[in-house]
């Protein structure tokens, strides 16, 4: 669909040399000169708290469906989207063989030369940070099954998820369900950074640009970070859990109630990060306004053109949740 792909072309980003071409080669070259790009100065401000790691949301799925409905589950699914805007999914129901293939093609295609891989993908793009990504829309897939099987199957634990909120929230499930009709999907790669590792980000910090966000965490090797209480939280790697990610649509639709929390990519000294996002967002031509839970309630946000919102939030420096100030009522 034409809305599909103008999301692609705006998921550009400046071309940089590919780091990963760049973390192949010769420590000698690695200067502090070659890798000034991706240094954070800032990267040190905000403590990090490993042992707040093991308290990140874990919803069930299984406890959320309309023929099995716990309240419990829901009461778990609202709390993690309130106070966490993460938390990681399990008895999610992507198949097992589903989720091994998607990994495997992922790492074989990382391993692929760069001129391949670039004749490959659409748009690849650095992550703004010493990350390399490649971006698919619906109709702008490689032409693996895998990748058609996972975004199938990721679509419907996104309606899943949609749905369970919709009931949460007694939102009408007709003007739920186009909140997460587009699916982009974006292959992250983050090189090991022997030289500096604790110097560069793999990924800024930043909030999520959709609506919800579906990640899995490829080949469980750890850097995602999540903002809370102004301190950086590690997010463990779960084999058999998605993690899932309220985006600053739904921070905007539910007036603020659900929070699109701010999060960044840390490097690993020896060790690649491989993971793949998806994004689902809106279609592009639609809107989207607050919903307040009473007359009363004061608005946050105001009523958001999807189209003008994505372009702002892909255009700009990435920069926490600066974004989402776009999208303020005053
Ligand atoms: O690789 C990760 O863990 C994070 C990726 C991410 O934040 C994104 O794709 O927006
Ligand atoms: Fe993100």
Same mark, same amino acid.
């Given at each position: 669909? %034409?809305?599909?792909?103008?999301?692609?072309?705006?998921?550009?980003?400046?071309?940089?040399?590919?780091?990963?071409?760049?973390?192949?080669?010769?420590?000698?070259?690695?200067?502090?000169?070659?890798?000034?790009?991706?240094?954070?100065?800032?990267?040190?401000?905000?403590?990090?708290? @490993?042992?707040?790691s +093991? $308290?990140l949301?874990?919803?069930?799925? +299984?406890?959320?469906?309309?023929?099995?409905?716990?309240? $419990?589950?829901?009461? #778990?699914?609202? @709390?993690?989207?309130?106070?966490?805007? &993460?938390?990681?999914?399990?008895?999610? +129901?992507?198949?097992?063989?589903?989720?091994? *293939?998607?990994?495997?093609?992922?790492? /074989?295609?990382? $391993?692929?030369?760069?001129?391949?891989?670039?004749?490959? =993908?659409?748009?690849?793009?650095?992550?703004?940070?010493?990350?390399?990504?490649?971006?698919?829309?619906?109709?702008?897939?490689?032409?693996?099954?895998?990748?058609?099987?996972?975004?199938? /199957?990721?679509?419907?634990?996104?309606? *899943?998820? %949609?749905?369970?909120?919709?009931?949460?929230?007694?939102?009408?499930?007709?003007?739920? *369900?186009?909140?997460? =009709?587009?699916?982009?999907?974006?292959?992250?790669?983050?090189?090991?950074?022997?030289?500096?590792?604790?110097?560069?980000?793999?990924?800024?910090?930043?909030?999520?640009?959709?609506?919800?966000?579906?990640?899995?965490?490829?080949?469980?090797?750890?850097?995602l970070q999540i903002?809370?209480?102004?301190?950086?939280?590690p997010v463990k790697?779960?084999? /058999?859990?998605?993690l899932?990610?309220?985006?600053? &649509?739904?921070?905007?639709?539910?007036?603020?109630? &659900?929070?699109?929390?701010?999060?960044?990519?840390?490097?690993? %000294?020896?060790? $690649?990060?491989?993971?793949?996002? %998806? &994004?689902? *967002?809106?279609?592009?031509?639609?809107?989207?306004?607050?919903?307040?839970?009473?007359?009363?309630?004061?608005?946050?946000?105001?009523?958001?053109?999807? /189209? +003008?919102?994505?372009?702002?939030?892909?255009?700009?420096?990435?920069?926490?949740?600066?974004?989402?100030?776009?999208? #303020?009522?005053?």
């Amino acid at each position: 669909m %034409a809305s599909e792909s103008r999301i692609a072309q705006v998921a550009t980003t400046i071309p940089v040399r590919n780091v990963q071409d760049l973390a192949a080669c010769d420590a000698g070259e690695l200067t502090a000169d070659a890798l000034e790009r991706y240094v954070r100065p800032d990267i040190d401000k905000d403590a990090v708290l @490993y042992e707040h790691s +093991g $308290e990140l949301p874990v919803v069930d799925l +299984g406890r959320l469906n309309p023929q099995h409905w716990e309240e $419990e589950a829901a009461a #778990k699914l609202r @709390y993690a989207c309130e106070e966490w805007g &993460f938390f990681q999914v399990l008895n999610h +129901g992507v198949p097992e063989e589903v989720m091994v *293939s998607i990994k495997r093609d992922i790492q /074989e295609f990382f $391993e692929l030369p760069l001129d391949v891989k670039n004749a490959y =993908a659409q748009t690849p793009g650095d992550l703004q940070g010493y990350g390399q990504a490649y971006v698919f829309s619906n109709d702008q897939k490689l032409d693996w099954k895998s990748l058609e099987d996972y975004s199938a /199957e990721v679509e419907k634990v996104a309606h *899943s998820i %949609a749905t369970a909120i919709g009931k949460i929230l007694n939102i009408d499930p007709e003007l739920m *369900s186009d909140k997460y =009709a587009v699916q982009v999907l974006r292959m992250n790669y983050y090189p090991p950074c022997t030289s500096m590792p604790e110097k560069v980000l793999g990924f800024s910090p930043h909030s999520d640009g959709s609506f919800l966000t579906i990640l899995s965490q490829v080949n469980s090797v750890e850097g995602l970070q999540i903002k809370r209480h102004d301190a950086w939280v590690p997010v463990k790697p779960h084999p /058999e859990a998605l993690l899932v990610n309220v985006g600053d &649509f739904l921070e905007i639709m539910t007036n603020g109630k &659900f929070k699109s929390i701010e999060h960044r990519v840390i490097i690993n %000294a020896h060790k $690649e990060r491989l993971s793949v996002s %998806a &994004f689902h *967002s809106p279609k592009f031509d639609g809107v989207v306004s607050p919903a307040t839970a009473t007359p009363t309630e004061n608005l946050l946000y105001r009523t958001v053109k999807v /189209e +003008g919102y994505i372009k702002h939030s892909m255009s700009n420096k990435l920069d926490g949740k600066r974004a989402l100030d776009h999208a #303020k009522a005053f």
